[in-house]
């Protein structure tokens, strides 16, 4: 089992930054996947950028180039670094772990994340 507990949120100027951090109740290293997803108002989750436990990162198109993940094995913590942020990256981020066996998916509680002037 993962437990995920996500910070950082809050209230961002258009254009402005913030970085969400996610601590794992376990090496981050044993786990196969960690990733940020997120949830606007009447939107399906979607996600964001996720990360292997070999380091290779992956970001959705609409986050690409102004998003970066990152991670703290030693403090078992993942970190998306949000950059140029736009009314539209509003929404509940929520971390997420993977592992590969048994197959199982882990949740944080989110977090807001409000960009607006």
């Known amino acids: 089992q993962v437990q995920l507990v996500e910070s950082g949120g809050g209230l961002v100027q258009p254009g402005g930054s913030l970085r969400l951090s996610c601590v794992a109740s376990r090496s981050i290293l044993s786990v196969d996947v960690m990733g940020w997803y997120r949830q606007a108002p009447g939107k399906l989750r979607e996600f964001v950028a996720r990360?292997?436990?070999?380091?290779?990162?992956t970001y959705a198109d609409s986050v690409k180039g102004r998003f970066t993940i990152s991670r703290d094995n030693d403090k078992n913590t993942v970190y998306l670094q949000m950059s140029s942020l736009k009314p539209e990256d509003t929404a509940v981020y929520y971390c997420n772990a993977v592992l590969f066996r048994p197959p199982s998916g882990y949740w944080g509680q989110g977090t807001q994340v409000t960009v607006s002037s």
């Open positions: 990360m292997t436990s070999g380091g290779i990162p």
